[in-house]
């Protein structure tokens, strides 16, 4: 049991499983396809530490854990002090200052628009991830149709997962991952 659930995979099959998802992005070159297999590890590890259920929930549980309790936060923190990370982190930050990242789902609530204030805004950060994910996956995104600004959104997001999750298992290789 693992923050009050009964684990169904061990840490060795669950990192087994982000790896190769990870290794899959990393070989993909359409923005969109790249972002999903990122999303499918980020999503994995999550709900696997996480005692949340539901994609939402988890993430407010994220946003609101330190770095020496998560190893999600440990790897974050190590994504934003990297060039690369700060680079993509940028990126975010100068494209929600054009246009916040709206929630263009067609059912339920929703929820304010998120602009990330600078580099260093962790929370709108993972919520605006979030949040491009949420609209890929329930929105009304094709991408011919205004496909620019949603690739250069998926493109940061991008970015900022496949650093995060680098860090995260290079972590796990050093042994200084998940305790």
Not at 32 to 60: E, T
Not at 168 to 177: D, E, S, V
């Amino acid at each position: 049991m693992l923050n009050g659930k009964i684990l169904f995979m061990d840490d060795v099959l669950i990192k087994a499983r982000v790896t190769a998802w990870y290794d899959k992005a990393k070989q993909e070159e359409d923005p969109f396809f790249q972002f999903l297999c990122l999303w499918i590890c980020f999503n994995a590890w999550l709900d696997y530490r996480s005692p949340v259920a539901h994609d939402g929930g988890m993430v407010k549980w994220l946003t609101n854990q330190l770095a020496d309790e998560s190893d999600l936060m440990r790897a974050y923190d190590a994504m934003a002090l990297s060039a690369a990370g700060q680079g993509y982190l940028q990126d975010l930050v100068q494209e929600t200052a054009k246009a916040s990242i709206k929630d263009e789902r067609t059912k339920g609530r929703k929820h304010e628009p998120i602009t990330v204030k600078n580099i260093n805004d962790k929370p709108s950060t993972i919520w605006g991830i979030y949040r491009i994910r949420c609209n890929l996956f329930h929105g009304k995104k094709r991408p011919a149709e205004e496909m620019a600004r949603d690739e250069r959104l998926v493109r940061c997001a991008s970015g900022i997962l496949q650093e995060w999750l680098s860090a995260l298992i290079k972590g796990w290789r050093t042994n200084a991952g998940p305790e």
